[in-house]
């Protein structure tokens, strides 16, 4: 298997074989992100990804889950995954999920029976960043997408019948913007209406630009307490009806998990008692990315 390091994949992919399609990152300009700083985006010679498929179908047939990296395998353009799909369905019997990190413009810019095509071939999980529903904190980070273009995408995805694993980042709008922040976001994501939906919060990477906004002084990133405040506004807000809700990512000091539609208000009591000191944050030292 050859690896253009470093290698992500969403914590969920842990069990998954990673296969990289693309290498980098086609935006890389996310102000808040330095996972691709030090990589040229391509997507790399479908030759060379089949001889990877031929490997890890000798070494580990009975792979059932598939991550197709980098950081936006859906910007590769749709002959290259779909003949990567086919050769993955004739490569492992036992293939029951292949998915990638997608972009909001990946999307947009696929059509819908690209899509529909891909998604017949096995391609049936997204993760996408919405990361706010504020335009304004898009715009200021570089997301390179609004609001309405990320609903839009995951709707598209949706009706091409896949599966979304979405996004959010706490912390995003700084200390003043927060409330906003997360108001904005509930209202994107109840647009969406996505599988899952994951709550991040920022976690600071000196390689990152906003990194060096922060030490300018042009950034004041919340602290544990406005981060509480932003997942109240955010859960009080969603309005989801079959979605599963996780903020059990190490980047965050308080780890939530349940269905909106069933465990709402349990939800809004464990972060009221977090924000009365009577549940413990995650140590600091514990929380990373
Ligand atoms: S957050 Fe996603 S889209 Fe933005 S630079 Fe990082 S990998 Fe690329």
Not at 28 to 39: E, L, Q
Not at 122 to 128: D, E, I, K, S
Not at 143 to 152: C, F, L, P, R, Y
Request: glycine share 8%.
């Amino acid at each position: 298997m050859h690896y253009a390091e470093p290698v992500f994949r969403p914590p969920s992919e842990s069990e998954s074989l990673i296969l990289q399609v693309t290498v980098g990152c086609s935006h890389n300009a996310c102000t808040f992100c330095a996972m691709y700083r030090n990589k040229s985006y391509y997507v790399r010679p479908v030759t060379e990804v089949l001889e990877d498929i031929s490997e890890a179908a000798a070494r580990w047939p009975d792979t059932s889950r598939v991550f197709l990296g980098d950081g936006d395998a859906m910007a590769a353009p749709v002959e290259v995954l779909t003949a990567v799909l086919k050769a993955l369905r004739a490569a492992f019997p036992r293939l029951h999920r292949v998915s990638l990190y997608a972009t909001p413009m990946n999307l947009l810019q696929k059509s819908a029976g690209e899509l529909a095509t891909l998604r017949a071939l096995g391609l049936c999980l997204f993760y996408l960043g919405l990361e706010s529903g504020s335009d304004e904190v898009l715009r200021r980070v570089g997301k390179g997408a609004t609001s309405a273009e990320a609903v839009e995408a995951v709707l598209k995805g949706h009706a091409a019948g896949m599966k979304s694993s979405v996004m959010v980042l706490l912390g995003l709008g700084g200390v003043e913007g927060g409330a906003e922040h997360a108001r904005a976001t509930a209202r994107a994501a109840n647009l969406m209406q996505p599988g899952y939906l994951s709550a991040l919060t920022w976690f600071d990477v000196p390689q990152a630009p906003l990194h060096r906004q922060m030490a300018a002084g042009r950034f004041h990133m919340p602290g544990d307490e406005g981060i509480l405040e932003e997942l109240q506004i955010l859960v009080e807000g969603l309005n989801l009806r079959d979605s599963v809700f996780h903020s059990n990512h190490a980047s965050n000091p308080l780890a939530l998990s349940g269905r909106l539609s069933r465990d709402k208000e349990r939800l809004l009591g464990v972060i009221a008692a977090a924000k009365e000191g009577l549940i413990s944050l995650r140590p600091r030292f514990l929380r990373g990315t």
